[in-house]
């Protein structure tokens, strides 16, 4: 008999499991039911309208109802919305938005993808300027054509994560102004705090104004009150403060959700109903490095979802291996990316025995003209070296780098494997030892105790309490900028100016990227001393990690200048 299988939002996840169904059963019946006026459009391609990188809302635009239905003989209707699941039945009821009029369907098998909507803040005044998410074309739409047709500069963008971050550049590649508003003491969480400040010092230099730790408080007058007492001007806002799951259809019928109303599924991606899936934005995944269940809003989920349900609906198995969250965007000339938990997300889960690596090696050989910093940290577990996630931002491949310990993530990888690593190499594209090599030796050094270290965010406390700071650069480099207390042994004097370096306190050694600085604690360490630390990431860290903060604060800083190359 002929099935019929019927899904909710024609968009990533639903039109995947159309298009996979079709392909598994020529015979099935495949209707998508989808609200708004596109199916298959690129979401992640939206803020790049912004900017006319994509300069018609067309194009974003990848395939209609009508090429679905010639080509793949699936029934997708836009401006079609599902109401109601009566699952005794097993039927939907579909209003169609314009006319008005309300029919239904029945099902075989129900498949939900419907997303997740942005989170619209009640802000006093705000609707006295347009108000735009950022979840489709006709927003992405929006917000392009009401800039353009009336020359609008000063805009608000509220949330930093991934979709206000990239509206945020791509309004500023335009031309506008660009207010940025997190209310967390950082933006895009899927980075550490530390990492994430050379993020910032890439917006704050490109000319964003960014406000973390605020909230917008009202608008009036085309003026934005922010809640750190900051009045910028205002003629847009773009809402991009996270988002709720469109889950409202899957509780009126009865299917279980979490706390936080995403939609509960196995790992099949089955709901509380037998014969309802459910996928993408909308439901919780199983975290295999957490062992949590929660939401993860990417792309390529949802799509990999899409195929393992319609494979599943057809009997082919699919092993669920879980999810390690694995993502990456660009912010101007820099490229970041992230796989597996942050220290954030650790410290959440009341881990304390992990510790990691961050080191900034170059991404090719550094007499390349391409050759650029990378910083790179690689989250470990103690005492197993199992590996727990890694982070890494730079102008150049940063991606690969990430997606090759994403790649082993899933196989549970250690800091030896990443040091066993056998990757590609010429000068235009790493090292001959690519720097995931280099963090894998890092790390079991660290881990077999063959040094000790201390983080970039640790420094400012080390300045403050008089700790002894060791420079080891050369005086030239010194001379350029440096830690406000550090004094200078380099190197290449080190070995005639041991006697200097105290041994009845804790030393702390570095140079500009921490390589020169280990090569001389070890020095050390040979002669005799025991209480030393390296400071890992060193000069370049430090400058990176302090520079945003000391230009949006009255703080002092703690280096007579910043090192950034
Ligand atoms: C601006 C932006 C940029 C992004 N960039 C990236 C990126 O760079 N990388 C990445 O991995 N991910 C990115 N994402 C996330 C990614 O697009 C989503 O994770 C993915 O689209 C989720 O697929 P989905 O099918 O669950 O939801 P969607 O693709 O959002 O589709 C859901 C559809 O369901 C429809 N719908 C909801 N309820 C009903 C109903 N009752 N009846 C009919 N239709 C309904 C909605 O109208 C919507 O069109 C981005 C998202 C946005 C918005």
Same mark, same amino acid.
């Given at each position: 008999?002929?099935?019929?299988?019927?899904?909710?939002?024609?968009? /990533?996840?639903?039109?995947?499991?159309?298009?996979?169904?079709?392909?598994?059963?020529?015979?099935?019946?495949?209707?998508?039911?989808?609200?708004?006026?596109?199916?298959?459009?690129?979401?992640?391609?939206?803020?790049?309208?912004?900017?006319?990188?994509?300069?018609?809302?067309?194009?974003?635009?990848?395939?209609?109802?009508?090429?679905?239905?010639?080509?793949?003989?699936?029934?997708?209707?836009?401006?079609?919305?599902?109401?109601?699941?009566?699952?005794?039945?097993?039927?939907?009821?579909? @209003?169609?938005?314009?006319?008005?009029?309300?029919?239904?369907?029945?099902?075989?098998?129900?498949?939900?993808?419907?997303?997740?909507?942005?989170?619209?803040?009640?802000?006093?005044?705000?609707?006295?300027?347009?108000?735009?998410?950022?979840?489709?074309?006709?927003?992405?739409?929006?917000?392009?054509?009401?800039?353009?047709? +009336?020359?609008?500069?000063?805009?608000?963008?509220?949330?930093?994560?991934?979709?206000?971050?990239?509206?945020?550049?791509?309004?500023?590649?335009?031309?506008?102004?660009?207010?940025?508003? $997190?209310?967390?003491?950082?933006?895009?969480?899927?980075?550490?705090?530390?990492?994430?400040?050379?993020?910032?010092?890439?917006?704050?230099?490109?000319?964003?104004?960014?406000?973390?730790?605020?909230?917008?408080?009202?608008? $009036?007058?085309?003026? /934005?009150?922010?809640? @750190?007492?900051?009045?910028?001007?205002?003629?847009?806002?773009?809402?991009? %403060?996270?988002?709720?799951?469109?889950?409202?259809? /899957?509780?009126? %019928?009865?299917?279980?959700?979490?706390?936080?109303?995403?939609?509960?599924?196995?790992?099949?991606?089955?709901?509380?109903?037998?014969?309802? *899936?459910?996928?993408?934005?909308?439901?919780?995944?199983?975290?295999?490095?957490?062992?949590?269940?929660?939401?993860?809003?990417?792309?390529?989920?949802?799509?990999?979802?899409?195929?393992?349900? #319609?494979?599943?609906?057809?009997?082919?198995?699919?092993?669920?291996?879980?999810?390690?969250?694995?993502?990456?965007?660009?912010?101007?000339?820099?490229?970041? %990316?992230?796989?597996?938990?942050?220290?954030?997300?650790?410290?959440?889960?009341?881990?304390?025995?992990?510790? *990691?690596?961050?080191?900034?090696?170059?991404?090719?050989?550094?007499?390349?003209?391409?050759?650029?910093?990378?910083?790179?940290?690689?989250? *470990?577990?103690?005492?197993?070296?199992?590996?727990?996630?890694?982070?890494?931002?730079?102008?150049?491949?940063?991606?690969?780098?990430?997606?090759?310990?994403? /790649?082993?993530?899933?196989?549970?990888?250690?800091? $030896?494997?990443?040091?066993?690593?056998?990757?590609?190499? #010429?000068?235009?594209?790493?090292?001959?030892?690519?720097?995931?090599?280099?963090?894998?030796?890092?790390?079991?050094?660290?881990?077999?105790?063959?040094?000790?270290?201390?983080?970039?965010?640790?420094?400012?406390?080390?300045?403050?309490?008089?700790?002894?700071?060791?420079?080891?650069? $050369?005086?030239?480099?010194?001379?350029?900028?440096?830690?406000?207390?550090?004094?200078?042994?380099?190197?290449?004097?080190?070995?005639?100016?041991?006697?200097?370096?105290?041994?009845?306190?804790?030393?702390?050694?570095?140079?500009?990227?921490?390589?020169?600085?280990?090569?001389?604690?070890?020095?050390?360490?040979?002669?005799?001393?025991? +209480?030393?630390? @390296?400071? #890992?990431?060193?000069?370049?860290?430090?400058?990176?990690?302090?520079?945003?903060?000391?230009?949006?604060?009255?703080?002092?800083?703690?280096?007579?200048?910043?090192?950034?190359?």
């Amino acid at each position: 008999m002929k099935k019929r299988v019927l899904v909710v939002g024609g968009v /990533a996840g639903g039109m995947t499991t159309a298009a996979r169904v079709r392909r598994l059963d020529e015979d099935a019946e495949v209707i998508v039911f989808e609200r708004g006026e596109h199916i298959s459009f690129s979401n992640c391609c939206l803020p790049y309208h912004l900017s006319d990188d994509i300069p018609s809302s067309d194009m974003l635009v990848l395939m209609t109802p009508e090429i679905m239905r010639k080509r793949h003989n699936i029934d997708a209707r836009v401006h079609h919305e599902v109401v109601r699941i009566n699952r005794e039945e097993k039927t939907i009821d579909v @209003n169609n938005l314009l006319d008005d009029t309300t029919y239904t369907e029945c099902y075989d098998k129900l498949v939900l993808s419907p997303g997740a909507r942005a989170r619209m803040l009640p802000i006093e005044g705000i609707d006295s300027v347009p108000v735009f998410a950022l979840r489709n074309v006709a927003d992405a739409k929006g917000i392009h054509d009401t800039v353009v047709d +009336n020359d609008l500069k000063d805009i608000v963008v509220i949330g930093g994560g991934f979709i206000g971050l990239e509206a945020a550049e791509n309004l500023k590649l335009r031309g506008c102004n660009v207010a940025l508003c $997190e209310l967390l003491d950082q933006v895009l969480l899927t980075l550490d705090n530390d990492m994430v400040q050379t993020l910032h010092r890439e917006i704050y230099d490109k000319g964003i104004d960014l406000h973390v730790g605020t909230y917008l408080a009202k608008v $009036e007058d085309n003026k /934005a009150f922010l809640s @750190n007492g900051k009045v910028v001007p205002c003629e847009l806002v773009v809402m991009a %403060a996270g988002t709720l799951p469109e889950s409202q259809l /899957a509780e009126d %019928a009865g299917l279980e959700l979490t706390e936080r109303k995403y939609i509960k599924v196995d790992q099949n991606y089955k709901t509380s109903d037998p014969d309802i *899936y459910a996928i993408g934005d909308a439901i919780a995944v199983f975290h295999r490095l957490s062992g949590q269940f929660a939401p993860l809003q990417l792309a390529g989920p949802a799509l990999k979802q899409a195929r393992a349900v #319609a494979d599943h609906i057809y009997g082919i198995p699919t092993m669920n291996t879980g999810y390690i969250g694995s993502s990456a965007i660009r912010v101007f000339d820099l490229n970041a %990316a992230a796989t597996g938990l942050t220290c954030r997300a650790l410290d959440q889960l009341g881990k304390t025995n992990y510790d *990691y690596v961050y080191v900034i090696p170059k991404d090719s050989v550094g007499i390349m003209p391409s050759s650029e910093n990378q910083f790179l940290k690689v989250i *470990y577990e103690i005492p197993t070296g199992r590996i727990l996630g890694a982070q890494a931002i730079g102008k150049g491949d940063v991606v690969k780098r990430v997606d090759v310990i994403a /790649a082993m993530l899933k196989f549970s990888p250690t800091l $030896e494997h990443l040091k066993d690593l056998e990757l590609c190499y #010429a000068p235009p594209f790493n090292t001959a030892r690519d720097s995931v090599n280099f963090a894998g030796y890092v790390g079991l050094n660290l881990l077999h105790g063959v040094y000790r270290h201390v983080h970039v965010s640790d420094v400012r406390g080390l300045v403050e309490s008089g700790a002894y700071i060791v420079d080891v650069r $050369e005086p030239a480099e010194y001379e350029k900028g440096h830690i406000i207390t550090a004094v200078n042994v380099p190197l290449s004097q080190l070995r005639d100016r041991m006697d200097e370096i105290p041994k009845d306190r804790p030393v702390y050694l570095h140079c500009r990227s921490a390589q020169r600085s280990y090569n001389a604690l070890l020095a050390l360490q040979h002669k005799g001393w025991t +209480n030393l630390y @390296n400071i #890992a990431g060193s000069f370049l860290g430090v400058s990176n990690y302090e520079y945003f903060l000391d230009q949006v604060t009255d703080r002092e800083p703690i280096v007579t200048d910043y090192n950034f190359v």
